[in-house]
Nanobody, 121 residues
Framework: QVQLVESGGGLVQAGGSLRLSCAAS????????MGWYRQAPGEQRELVAA???????NYADSVKGRFTISRDNAKNTVYLQMNSLKPEDTAVYYC???????????????WGQGTQVTVSS
C-alpha cells in the first residue's frame, strides 16, 4: 500500500533551478529517513541528500552549497531544492524512504519511480 510519488523534474539550463517533491502515502506508521538518490546513464546510483524526521541532514559533496533538502513530516513529503544546476547533475532522481508500514513489518526501504532531471548548456 505504500507509495512514493516524485514530481518536479524537467529540463533546465545550466545555472537554473528546480524543486523536486516526493510524497509518501499509504499505511505508514512512521518515517525515519527520506532522501534523494540519482543515477546517470552508465553510473551507479548515488546518494544526493537525506534527512531524518529529527532534522538531521546529509549531502553529497558534489551538491553541497547548491542543493537543499527539507521535509514536511505532517505531509510525509520531502523536497529537494536544486540551485545552480550543472550538466553533470543530469540524472534520474529517485525518492527513497526508510519507513515502518502497518502490518507488523519492521522498517524497510521504499523507492519512487524516478523523475528525470536534464541540465543543458
Amino acid at each position: 500500500q505504500v507509495q512514493l510519488v516524485e514530481s518536479g523534474g524537467g529540463l533546465v539550463q545550466a545555472g537554473g533551478s528546480l524543486r523536486l517533491s516526493c510524497a509518501a502515502s499509504g499505511s505508514i506508521l512512521s518515517i525515519n529517513v527520506m532522501g534523494w538518490y540519482r543515477q546517470a546513464p552508465g553510473e551507479q546510483r548515488e546518494l544526493v541528500a537525506a534527512t531524518t524526521r529529527g532534522g538531521r541532514l546529509n549531502y553529497a559533496d558534489s551538491v553541497k552549497g547548491r542543493f537543499t533538502i527539507s521535509r514536511d513530516n505532517a505531509k510525509n513529503t520531502v523536497y529537494l531544492q536544486m540551485n545552480s544546476l550543472k550538466p553533470e547533475d543530469t540524472a534520474v532522481y529517485y525518492c527513497n524512504a526508510d519507513l515502518t508500514p502497518y502490518g507488523g513489518l519492521g522498517p524497510r526501504d521504499y523507492w519512487g519511480q524516478g523523475t528525470q532531471v536534464t541540465v543543458s548548456s
